[in-house]
């Protein structure tokens, strides 16, 4: 699985043009039998280190409003 803005954070990686979209929303699609709880608890965690490194991301092209940035 990939998260879109990993993706968009780094452009030189590839990947497949066709055969992976089923990976798309792959979460969305299965139910909580579906995969060992393990595997669950991997998903969650996975998906909290990504929560956490989009806000890193964001925070990083956030614009700082300062003396530089006043006109005159």
């Known amino acids: 699985m990939m998260a879109g803005w990993w993706l968009q954070d780094h452009p030189e990686f590839k990947t497949l043009e066709c055969g992976g979209e089923w990976l ?17 608890d991997h998903l969650d ?21 300062g003396s530089s940035a006043q006109v005159m």
């Open 24 to 40: 798309k929303g792959f979460c969305t699609h299965i139910g909580k039998d579906d995969l060992h709880p393990l595997d669950w």
């Open 45 to 65: 965690e996975l998906e909290t280190w990504h929560k956490e490194k989009k806000r890193e991301v964001q925070n990083d092209t956030q614009f700082e409003v």
